[in-house]
């Protein structure tokens, strides 16, 4: 079984439309979450960071964090055709350690 | 520089051939990390670099990986007899550690592997 666990996808929606990408991890040490986006033959680029458990927000990006079920979220509002990319969830035990990945979430949001 | 570079962008090689990617980071970035993309796959760990020194190389699938950093900051990642199941792109990132706070972790665009 893999640390991180996500769904491959792909998840095609429409324009305007709430996208909700989720994670799950089994290592209970993790205290760290991001989540990364990645369009086509770039590197990936950081979205969101979150420590522990908790919410943050940051204009159409959420990311939700609950430890005690070892699950992560990334909910796009008003989603945008420039929005279709990969999304991949990341994180660590602590601040200097390696982060493990998940596999990626491709998301295509269509006019 | 601006952002991490990385070179070749693309390399094609022989399978049974040598194959050095290289890797500048940010400046001032003590932290340097290398990672493997598949098709369709998440990113791989491989080895994580503070300054030079290698605190965690536990990624690294087999021992024709290794990977060198010199001077805190250029990195190289070396495969020898490459194989057919090697080719990947080859992402680096580099981080500047500050405290017990959580920093961004910039990547390059990666070198593209083939091996035919």
């Known amino acids: 079984q893999k640390e991180v666990e996500q769904d491959p996808g792909p998840l095609s929606v429409p324009e305007g439309a709430i996208v909700s990408l989720n994670c799950t991890y089994s290592n209970s040490a993790f205290q760290y979450f991001m989540w990364y986006r990645q369009y086509s033959r770039k590197g990936p680029e950081l979205l969101m960071y979150t420590y522990s458990s908790g919410n943050k927000e940051d204009g159409r990006f959420t990311a939700q964090v609950d430890k005690s079920s070892k699950y992560i979220s990334l909910f796009i509002r008003d989603s945008q055709p420039s929005d279709s990319a990969t999304y991949l969830c990341a994180m660590s035990r602590y601040n200097t350690d390696k982060l493990i990945f998940g596999t990626g979430t491709r998301l295509q949001v269509f006019p | 520089g601006a952002g991490v570079s990385q070179s070749p962008s693309n390399k094609v090689t022989e399978k049974g051939k040598d194959v050095e990617l290289r890797c500048d980071p940010i400046?001032?970035?003590?932290?340097l990390y290398w990672y493997r993309q598949s098709l369709g796959q998440g990113l791989e760990f491989l080895i994580y670099f503070q300054g030079n020194s290698a605190p965690d190389k536990s990624g690294l699938p087999s021992d024709r990986f290794s990977a060198e950093r010199t001077g805190g900051s250029v990195s190289t990642l070396t495969i020898q007899r490459t194989q057919q199941e090697d080719s990947a792109v080859y992402l680096c990132?580099?981080?500047?550690?500050?405290?017990?706070?959580?920093?961004?972790?910039?990547f390059g665009q990666g070198t593209r592997l083939t091996v035919v």
């Open positions: 400046s001032g970035h003590t932290a």
């Open positions: 990132a580099s981080r500047q550690l500050q405290g017990r706070g959580n920093t961004e972790a910039f």
